[in-house]
């Protein structure tokens, strides 16, 4: 397993994209950090850059490069290994090289210019989101036999989560205000790892002050060691249960 | 060797294997004979686990293959499209594959130099012709001394120089006592490889014969007329 691993790291790290996806969160992260004369509002732009763009690339990459290892896999599987391992060990190649994409470009910044809780805070979910995203682009190449279609619908799955998710959440609250949500609302932000992350980040800023009621009772869970346990929980279960669907979908896949 | 037994698959609406039933012993060389589309390399790829069967089962040395890998370490397989990935080159890929599965087999680098697949290590296998990847899957398929060797539509693509050093090389391997399984159009080239025939036609396996047995049956001398006589039968 871990000799695939390395042939699918190298194929990887050789790729321009992922060369260009780093450099870009390098000169992003580092402008702005200097744009900004306050540190801490710096690391507020780019937990919203970082929101918007890691997952994209994560899902959009992993979706493509799958499909393009068609050959590859192909080939591993007439071999004498486990379908199993050949299937994780591509994980593990796109999960650890974008992860180190984002540690190296985003990481790196924000250790130089806010090296304290809430920047590590930051790293840890980054990272948690590439892989996240990695497991659902491989849950949704293997769902479907189209290239053209998977790469839609990995679109889609970015789409949902990054905006869609919000517009009925929004809708929600608006339908049921009568209604005391507030609580449930915590628990809605477990189906979509993004929002989570931002919440997460947000309530350790100075800015949740702003965020009225439901900032507070979010304060309450999030702010406390327990709740942001169950919140990486959480992040981490959003990654194993896509692998784990995704490994026994292709366990019985034809090739 | 390999048994399998009552494999059916079902592609959506079409039935690429129908009931088939199979017995292949050690030291045979078995045409698998049948139309396009008659089943021929789903058969193959169901040996490898490539496919996995609706319903049957299919037995390696008195094993069932089904979720199981290591029976591969005793196949060589090649496939009738050699995909690879581009941007390796042929070096990089024999250097791959011998650094996944080479083990306790003596390698056999014979095809690699009789093809002059060293002079060629740098290339990338985007820049391959369809011969040259044909003759990196035929290297690779033989390069780990396997028990088994699986060849769909081996010769295909090949220049007659090539396609005569591969078919002396399957003799050679006959000879020590390897199962071996061709599929192949061109049956004219068959006839001095194979001890036994397995007829296929729209998923369902239509006979399994010696050669010996169907020259007798037929009356024909040569194996393509001796097919050709049963075609028009059928």
Known sequence: ?255 | MIIASNVSKQFSRLKALDNVSVTCNKGECIALIGPNGSGKTTLIKSILGMVVPDSGFITFNGNNILHSWQYRNKIGYMPQIGRYPENMTIGDVLDMMMDIRGGENELDEDLIHSFGLDLLKRKRMRTLSGGTRQKVSASLAFLFDPEVLILDEPTAGLDPVASEILKEKIISEKEKGKLILITSHVLSELDDLVTQIIYMQDGKLLFHKSIEALRSDTGEEKLAKAIASVMINF
Do not use: C
């Open chain 1, 1 to 255: 397993m871990k000799k695939i691993i390395k042939y699918v790291m190298t194929d990887i790290l050789r790729n321009r994209i992922v060369m260009i996806y780093t450099i870009f969160l390098l000169v992003t992260s580092f402008s702005v950090f200097s744009l900004e004369d306050n540190d801490s509002k710096g690391l507020l732009s780019l937990l919203n850059i970082i929101l918007l763009i890691v997952p994209l690339v994560s899902i959009v990459f992993s979706t493509i490069y799958v499909y393009n290892s068609a050959e590859f896999i192909e080939l591993l599987v007439s071999q004498p290994l486990k379908r199993k391992s050949i299937w994780l060990s591509l994980f593990a190649g796109l999960a650890g090289s974008l992860s180190i994409a984002f540690f190296v470009g985003v990481g790196i910044p924000i250790l130089l210019y806010q090296a304290n809780a809430i920047g590590g805070m930051m790293i840890g979910v980054g990272v948690l989101l590439s892989i996240i995203f990695v497991a659902i682009a491989m849950l949704a190449a293997v769902l479907t036999r189209d290239k053209a279609k998977g790469i839609g619908v990995a679109i889609l799955l970015w789409l949902y989560f990054s905006i869609l998710f919000d517009g009925l959440v929004l809708f929600l609250l608006f339908q049921f205000a009568d209604y005391p949500l507030e609580k449930a609302m915590i628990g809605i932000t477990a189906f979509n790892p993004i929002d989570l992350s931002r919440i997460m980040i947000l309530l350790h800023m100075d800015v949740s002050a702003m965020m009225g009621y439901t900032g507070a009772i979010f304060k309450e869970f999030f702010g406390t060691a327990i709740g942001m346990v169950i919140s990486f929980g959480v992040l981490l279960f959003w990654v194993l249960l896509p692998v784990w669907v995704a490994t026994r979908k292709f366990n019985s896949k034809d090739l």
